[in-house]
């Protein structure tokens, strides 16, 4: 089978959540024998900040990556910076796509990656060639839940004008849980089956805690964090629903600044630019992007924080936590579409029961074990990327194959 990838920017190496989806869905294809190209559409912050421009990468044998980068794509995203959805992805490709009609064309299936650039793909597709609907979130849900300061009502329109199109007019859809899954069924008329495929990690990730390592005391070290304390972290992107969770960790913080022992927060990632300008309490840090080095600041914390208020989808970033071991205390939003049982492999709290909560954990290292533990356990059996792309595979063979 030959797969063409359809992505709107640069996805190799994997950066933010929606990178690692994209990657990891198809990251066992070639494996089985296959080859896979993606086309992305313009670049990624990361690869021009790394003057990374290259056009094409070998990522494995039979699996490349070629990068379209055209001023074009770069201009159509600007919308996205104050919130809006990549609405004009589609169009942009209708006058700027080098290569892509080719790589179409030898395609025997195309893998389209959400529905800002999929209505293209299945016009320009020959009727013979399926097309598999890779959705991240419910994108009408998303936005709805996203102000924008113009034009909200219009946004949201061509919102879901879009998903209705690439729901009802691809041949295979493919969501991140089941409660995305159905939304879709009683929302829209599905052109072909609609499966699940959960975010996962990667079985490389999958490892015990190691809080007594020699990077993990450097980190504690470096950012000034007293021996005794109780190391919280947070991580994720500059995107507002992270922005808003960052916000709710500051005011957690606030609340236990005064904690004997003390309690500090790590806050890890683009998100950290959102907190700009605001007063930080003495036991929060604040890192950015975290590239060397980001394996001891988890190894440095006792307990993860999940505390999403909104957003689509699932978070992959919890996957990430339970992969090392790490006891989260997630809002019952940040925990939806993960078959984690609350007590068992993760605790549920409200946010104004958080300061209590993480107390409590603080206070029982031998339940954070159990829990780091169980969580690990759980990712390793159900939620992998190399899993959840072998189920894949074996789908699309199954349902347009032999090829």
């Not at 293209?120 to 979130?137: E, G, I, K, R, W």
């Not at 300061?149 to 061509?158: H, I």
Request: proline share 7%; hydrophobic share 40%.
């Amino acid at each position: 089978m030959h797969l063409c990838q359809v992505a709107p920017y640069v996805t190799y190496p994997p950066q933010m959540g929606g990178d690692h989806r994209t990657h990891g869905l198809v990251k066992e294809f070639p494996a089985a024998g296959d080859t896979v190209v993606r086309y992305c559409q313009g670049g990624s912050p990361a690869m021009y900040k790394s003057l990374d421009l290259r056009r094409n990468v070998r990522i494995a044998d039979g699996y490349d990556e070629y990068r379209h980068l055209h001023p074009l794509h770069e201009v159509v995203k600007s919308p996205m910076l104050l919130g809006y959805p990549n609405l004009l992805a589609g169009r942009a490709l209708s006058l700027a796509n080098d290569g892509l009609p080719g790589m179409l064309d030898d395609a025997d299936v195309v893998l389209a990656r959400e529905p800002w650039q999929t209505p293209y793909v299945l016009d320009a597709v020959d009727d013979s060639t399926p097309v598999v609907f890779s959705s991240h979130n419910v994108e009408m849900e998303r936005f709805g839940d996203i102000d924008q300061p113009l034009f909200e009502d219009r946004v949201e329109r061509r919102v879901a004008a879009l998903e209705r199109r690439s729901v009802e007019g691809s041949d295979l859809v493919v969501c991140t849980s089941e409660r995305d899954a159905r939304v879709y069924r009683e929302t829209y008329d599905p052109g072909g089956p609609v499966i699940v495929v959960p975010n996962g990690t990667y079985e490389s990730d999958i490892r015990e805690h190691r809080p007594h390592s020699s990077a993990a005391r450097g980190c504690r070290r470096s950012h000034g964090i007293p021996a005794n304390a109780t190391v919280c972290v947070f991580m994720g992107s500059n995107y507002e629903p992270n922005a808003e969770a960052a916000h709710a960790v500051v005011d957690i913080a606030d609340r236990m600044r005064d904690t004997t022992p003390p309690v500090h927060f790590l806050i890890l990632g683009g998100v950290g630019n959102a907190l700009s300008g605001r007063d930080l309490p003495a036991n929060v840090t604040v890192t950015g992007y975290v590239e060397d080095g980001f394996e001891a600041h988890l190894d440095a914390a006792d307990v993860a924080l999940n505390p999403m208020l909104s957003g689509g989808g699932t978070n992959i970033k919890l996957i990430d936590f339970f992969a090392r071991s790490l006891p989260v205390v997630s809002t019952p939003f940040g925990a939806r579409g993960i078959d984690a049982a609350d007590g068992a492999e993760l605790v549920v709290a409200g946010l104004d029961a958080f300061p209590d909560t993480i107390a409590s954990l603080a206070s029982d290292p031998e339940r954070c074990r159990d829990i780091g533990r169980a969580a690990r356990l759980l990712a390793a059996e159900e939620y992998t990327w190399e899993a959840g792309s072998r189920a894949l595979h074996e789908r699309i063979i199954e349902d347009f194959g032999p090829f």
